[in-house]
């Protein structure tokens, strides 16, 4: 079957172009007007004008269509574009269109367009560049296209100086995160990580810091005070051994207080290099399968060999063909609970379809998920296999199982939930691939991308290189529920499935949300809940092994 004539099956992988043809119109001899959306439902996106006209608007027959309620400031017939001898002339119909961030004629009037020109479809809407193309765009767009498209988000729209830096500094990581090359999104992502990381352990070791020197300096004067009140009894004669007993006594006490409060400023160190090497990378994907047919869901191809892309930038797929496999691609984190090779992760790890409303409605078509999980040790190049075992109902915790890790030494449950306070130390692998990468350098990561890796190929190429190493964060207890523990230690989506440690290195919980609204809290589940799962799957584990008879 011809690529052309495959069925295309809609849903929350993408859908057909809005001609119907699902493939991408070839440029005319003198150049293809080609819309760039900038903002608004369609941002990112390029639209060929293909036609004489095309009606801007929320209407049905619209070709530069808006969804209706997508945002006030666009008409049903708002404008209409026409090409003539001379080029492309916007003209206004129900709505204001500015043009370059000047209002343009109305309906009588005209007003020809340039290549370059910023069409701002109502006071505060959706902001579209127009250009004449004729060659095929780059799949991605340059520095200098990103920033530029940028700009002009921010100088077209309506308001003053300040909000527009404001948009800009919004629009700015948004754009080289998603529209740039794979390679650039790396590092701005790895920067951006590197920084938050870096500010933040440096705020949290200051701030320690600081309070251990005011409590050292607080054991001295109380040292020197009770030093003062006994001046009298340390020149005692050598026949009152009962009262210089006593003095000698107190002297010990105090030495060995500030003695301990010295050595807790290396105490963090100690936690994390103990219990980094029980920490794992988590990486997983899972593809569907059509429960009736047997057949795996896949990405349609074009006639030119790519994917075919939706209205939203993501490819479409289909039954039939021989292009890939469509992959669900995710990272995490775990940890190892029991020598016989059972970690603890989050339930949306270990079960991710279930927290995934964009696969939904193909698990109501009778689509069947198909997973593979695997993790890698800190420290060692090949990734073992991960079984899964058991997961809870009531909080986001699951149990997997690595048979390759049996008999190694796993992390230590502490005997009561953290307290409000309580300083604890996060572990895990936040922001994923992006943040190892980060820290691997430049030039390793020139020398992978040289080599045109995949989500699998390039970590394992940082677990040969030695790079996969987990980030540790530091924090207070801000607040303990039943069912959740609050803390401010930074991390983000990659870190889930980590574990929560008290500064004696034991779990007290487990990493499962991220305030994205509120970077002071962070939540985990409590260690009582990782202890019940345990034990549940530690009795299915036996029951499953019992024999028949």
């Known amino acids: 079957m011809e690529p052309d004539s495959q069925p295309v099956i809609e849903g929350p992988f993408g859908t057909p172009d809005p ?18 959306h900038l903002t608004g439902p369609h941002r990112g996106t390029r639209q060929r004008l293909t036609e004489t006209e095309a009606l801007v608007g929320t209407a049905r027959d619209a070709v530069v269509h808006f969804p209706s309620g997508s945002d006030p400031a666009v008409a049903r017939r708002h404008a209409l574009l026409v090409r003539a001898e001379d080029g492309w002339s916007v003209l206004e119909e129900e709505g204001q269109v ?32 127009f250009l004449m193309e004729t060659r095929a765009r780059p799949k991605y767009k340059s520095l200098r296209e990103a920033f530029r498209d940028c700009v002009d988000c921010a100088t077209h729209g309506r308001g003053g100086r300040i909000r527009s830096l404001v948009r800009f500094i919004g629009i700015l990581p948004r754009e080289l995160l998603t529209q740039t090359t794979p390679r650039t999104r790396f590092t701005v992502a790895g920067i951006m990580v590197l920084l938050a990381a870096s500010v933040g ?118 039954l039939e063909g021989e292009g890939p496999l469509f992959e669900a691609q995710f990272t995490g984190s775990a940890w190892l609970v029991s020598e016989d090779g059972l970690l603890v992760t989050n339930r949306h790890i270990a079960i991710p379809w279930r927290s995934n409303s964009d696969v939904q409605p193909l698990l109501d078509r009778g689509f069947r998920p ?42 230590e449950l502490a005997d009561h939930d953290a307290g409000p306070g309580e300083e604890i130390l996060v572990l895990g692998y936040p922001a994923g ?27 394992r190429g940082l677990s040969d290189a030695g790079f996969i190493r987990p980030l540790a964060t530091r924090g207070i207890v801000g607040q303990v ?26 779990v007290v919980a487990v990493t499962f949300a991220v305030l994205s609204s509120f970077g002071g809290s962070n939540l985990g589940v409590p260690v009582a809940s990782v202890r019940r799962l345990l034990e549940r799957a530690e009795r299915e584990t036996r029951e499953a092994e019992r024999p028949f008879g």
């Open 98 to 129: 500015y043009l370059n961030s000047a209002d343009v004629p109305g309906l009588h009037g005209r007003e020809t367009l340039v290549p370059g020109d910023i069409l701002e479809i109502g006071s505060g809407g959706p902001v579209i560049r």
């Open 370 to 411: 198909d997973l593979h999980l695997i993790g890698y040790v800190p420290g060692e190049a090949e990734p073992v296999e991960l079984e899964f075992v058991v997961a809870s109902e009531e909080h986001d915790l699951a149990v997997v199982r690595a048979r390759d890790l049996v008999g190694r030494m796993p992390l």
């Open 201 to 318: 352990t440096l705020a949290a070791f200051t701030a320690f810091g600081l309070r251990l020197e005011r409590r050292i300096e607080a054991e001295e004067r109380r040292s020197m005070d009770v030093a003062e009140s006994l001046g009298d009894l340390t020149n005692l004669p050598a026949e009152d051994p009962e009262l210089r007993a006593l003095v000698e006594d107190v002297e010990a006490v105090l030495t060995e207080r500030i003695e301990a409060l010295e050595a807790m400023s290396d105490a963090s160190r100690r936690v994390v290099m103990a219990a980094s090497p029980s920490v794992l990378f988590v990486q997983g994907g899972y593809h569907f399968f059509d429960e009736d047919t047997g057949h795996p869901l896949r990405v349609l191809i074009g006639p030119n060999g790519r994917p075919r892309m939706g209205p939203r930038g993501v490819p479409l797929t289909t």
């Open 433 to 459: 691939i992006q943040a190892l990468l980060a820290r691997s350098g430049s030039m390793f990561v020139d020398s992978l991308m040289e080599k045109g890796p995949d989500f699998w190929s390039v970590v």
């Open 19 to 36: 001609g119907g043809s699902g493939l991408t119109p070839q440029p005319r001899p003198g150049g293809d007007a080609v819309l760039l």
């Open 481 to 506: 529920t039943p069912s959740t523990v609050a803390y401010d230690a930074e991390t983000t989506s990659g870190g889930s499935g980590g574990p929560v440690l008290s500064m004696d290195g034991r």
